[in-house]
């Protein structure tokens, strides 16, 4: 009488295998959507310094406009653009889609670690009170090297 089937050692060696392979996958597929958040991130910052700067054009042509469809360029300051520009965002934060990615900081230090920055697009103005500026954060604030995983734009508001 022939008997067909695996031994107890074949199944072993099948489960062994298949474990790690999926361990190499799950690794591989972390790799993958981490790059995917962080280029989201930079696509996200790239499209708030257009759009903000397509509406800074708009005033230079003509001093009557209206930026994003409520304030007037007579009006015009880091602080209402602010406000503005992450009321007109409708973007998430790629790490956390819970959240909006475009927030305003008031006061802000870049380097305070005590909250995730990860994912967001912080808008805040600087010392001199003409300029807006926008700075993403590509890794947490403790591994952050400024010449990688700091996005810093500057946008200087002509507009009076």
């Not at 008997?3 to 790799?31: D, P, W």
């Not at 007579?74 to 602080?79: G, Q, V």
């Not at 007109?88 to 230090?109: E, F, G, L, M, R």
Request: with cysteine.
């Amino acid at each position: 009488m022939k008997k067909t089937g695996f031994t107890l050692i074949e199944l072993l060696l099948f489960i062994t295998v298949i474990a790690i392979l999926a361990s190499v996958g799950v690794v591989a597929y972390n790799g993958y959507t981490g790059a995917a958040k962080a280029s989201a991130t930079k696509t996200i910052h790239a499209q708030t310094v257009k759009s903000i700067s397509a509406e800074l054009r708009k005033c230079e042509l003509d001093k009557t406009s209206i930026v994003y469809g409520n304030l007037n360029c007579s009006s015009l300051n880091p602080n209402s653009l602010t406000l503005a520009a992450s009321k007109n965002s409708n973007d998430v934060n790629p790490y956390d889609t819970s959240v909006k990615a475009v927030i305003i900081k008031k006061n802000w230090d870049a380097l305070d670690p005590s909250k995730s920055k990860l994912g967001y697009v912080i808008l805040h103005s600087s010392g001199d009170k003409e300029s807006l500026i926008i700075t993403t954060f590509l890794k947490e604030v403790g591994d952050v090297d400024p010449e990688k995983d700091l996005l810093t734009t500057s946008i200087k508001i002509k507009i009076k």
